[in-house]
């Protein structure tokens, strides 16, 4: 008995079977759409698995930097609006000729390695995103003497003697300095995977400190674009992951707006006769906001 194989496309999206229609040959059945089933883009959501542990540490030694920080990454995934960087898989040939015809014969295929993927968000008051980006570039390495310090948590035995010692560090190393990225794409519905990836080892590339030029009277919103150096991973296991993610954002999510409670209308503080209060509390229908709790 022959051994099955894995299907190395388990937990996406099945395409319909088409082959008992004519599509485009001959006149096209517009009264039948059943064979026009059409992949759209534009369906997509980013999941942070994984902060840098440095920057964790650096969160639990002042307020200022866990609210950067925590809200740093709850906006990378609520307000995702799509990535570029995906590559196609590519293949390299060699001729088979007599000197006169040649044949080319696939010799090598390509997936694409480390790639730098591009996001774009809109920069809120408070220069939210830019400040967290600095802080992680300087903490790699000062611009100005190329040290790797993490802001001051990796200090000398000297600079360990007092009581901070137990925010402070013991080591560097890159597996303290990079994210980790689930990048589930789908199809219309947001409720089948098209394909997910892993954006693996991901370091920001760039902090938008030039959103700091200005001219008076030109005033607009500052979206910026965030830049990430991240190694990609796809594949069936990938793909199984990003089907439970998505599980679990549409069980958390209202993409229906006819059931959903606006905060004027449902919040704790939510208008009724009698109450015209100020709007409180966000919706109930978000059962679980915090991005921290996605792991466990």
Known sequence: MAEKLNNIFDSTLSPKDVTTFTLMRGVPDYTNLAQFDLYETGYSFLVCLKIPEFLNTLADTNTEYETLIKNYTHILEYDFRGAQGIEDITTETAALT?????????????EQGGTNFTMNYFERSGSLLTKVNELYIRGIKDPRTQMKRYNGLLRSRVGRSDASQRNLMNEKGY??????????VTDNTGLNVEKAYILASAQPSLANTSIYNVTRGEISFQEI??????YPISGRIVNQKGAEFLDWINDHTCFDEMEFGYDILCGKNAVSRGNTGVVGAASPTVDDPNPDTWNE
């Open 98 to 110: 007599n000197g006169i015809s040649d044949l080319n014969i696939i010799t090598r295929t390509t």
């Open 175 to 184: 597996q303290y300095e990079v994210f980790h990225f689930l990048l589930i």
């Open 225 to 230: 674009s965030l830049g990430f150096n991240a």
